[in-house]
């Protein structure tokens, strides 16, 4: 199914009477990390748990040495046989329908919430830090922000994290950015409302299946996986409300998918005015390293599709929307993306 240097996914379609208790389609992932793929496998269990529906079993975790003595990592898991990802259907569905997807999927995640950093004491590996086996782990929001900052620094310091009393304040190198301050207890609501999250919920990574038309005519889809965990963490709710509008134009071309689940998940957001402050600070983060290299091609190519989808920041809570008085332009299309990606590179001169 893929392949890298590091990684390696298969589907397998077995013969269930060898292996008891196995479904006769199963996912087998290979990769070269140390513990990390053991780490996705038991976040995407404890998921499982909460969402048996939804969310594929993890059948078997293991290690093996390949035949050129390399030891790699392998999990085996439940394949979603028959599914569809939710982008390749979105843009046929009408409103009412997208309405009911977006609801599912708001639904599972309310789910994932009461998974919290507060009530996983008996397991320790994943309830005394903050973050995932993506991103790594840390002791604490203010540690947790710091090495967001540092990841950001690619080339060069673009912000930094800087000790004040009563707190910390994040600084991005461009006098036009907003200095943004948090407070120890700012720091300590955000690590209470730090919960089991996926980190990656997009239409790509959102399986559906056709079921019967309540109409009785057309196809009607139905919400039947959320795959892809290796992103997954326990982290602040907010962070992850964040990461939908840094990707927004990069992992995910569809805006009216955004706005919708935007509009829909809000009421998971807390109100506190620390959450509010600390989307700015992730704004800051996130704007500072993009300007730090614009001559990237995927940060060009964000740059270009945001001008076309006519979308702009307004409210922090609310995120990106269309700009008033514009027209939203047609679904984005596989060619549009192709011919975007075409211009960004000819652009910059690599072809």
């Known amino acids: 199914m893929s392949k890298t240097f590091d990684t390696c996914t298969s589907s397998i379609r077995d013969d269930p009477t060898l ?111 903050i973050g995932g086996p993506r991103f790594g782990y840390f002791r604490d929001v203010k540690h947790f922000l710091d090495g967001i900052t540092q990841a950001s620094n690619h080339t060069s310091t673009t912000c930094k994290l800087l000790d004040i009393e009563g707190g910390v304040a994040l600084e991005s190198i461009y006098d036009d950015t907003d200095r943004v301050e948090l407070s120890h207890a700012d720091l300590q609501d955000l690590r209470h409302h730090t919960v089991l999250c996926h980190n990656d919920l997009e239409p790509r990574n959102i399986l559906v299946k056709t079921i019967s038309s309540p109409e009785g005519k057309g196809k009607h889809y139905q919400v039947a996986s959320l795959i892809d965990w290796e992103m997954s963490g326990f982290y602040p709710f907010t962070y992850k409300f964040s990461l939908n509008d840094t990707v927004l134009g990069s992992s995910n071309l569809s805006f009216s998918w955004y706005a919708l689940f935007k509009e829909r998940i809000s009421f998971l957001l807390p109100r506190g005015e620390c959450h509010t402050k600390f989307i700015r600070a992730l704004r800051v983060i996130d704007g500072s390293s993009k300007r730090a290299i614009m001559r990237n091609v995927g940060v060009l190519f964000q740059t270009k599709w945001i001008k076309r989808e006519q979308i702009e920041t307004q409210d922090l809570r609310q995120g990106w929307a269309r700009k008033h008085g514009t027209k939203a332009p047609e679904s984005f299309t596989e060619d549009d993306r192709e011919c975007l990606e075409q211009e960004v590179l000819s652009e910059l001169g690599y072809c």
Do not use: F
Not at 50 to 71: F, I, K, M, N, Y
Not at 105 to 118: C, G, P, R
């Open 19 to 129: 292996h008891p208790g196995y479904p006769p389609d199963v996912i087998i992932r290979l990769e070269t990390s140390r513990a990390r793929l053991a780490a996705v496998a038991a976040l995407q269990h404890l998921a499982h748990a909460q969402l048996s529906d939804l969310v594929p079993r993890v059948l078997h975790v293991g290690s093996a040495t390949t035949t050129d003595a390399r030891q790699v990592e392998y999990t085996v898991s439940t394949y979603c046989t028959g599914k569809v990802p939710l982008e390749g259907v979105w843009n046929m569905l009408d409103k009412t329908h997208q309405l009911e997807l977006v609801d599912s999927v708001v639904h599972a995640m309310e789910k994932l919430q009461t998974l919290s950093i507060n009530n996983m004491g008996h397991l320790q590996l994943l309830s005394n830090s």
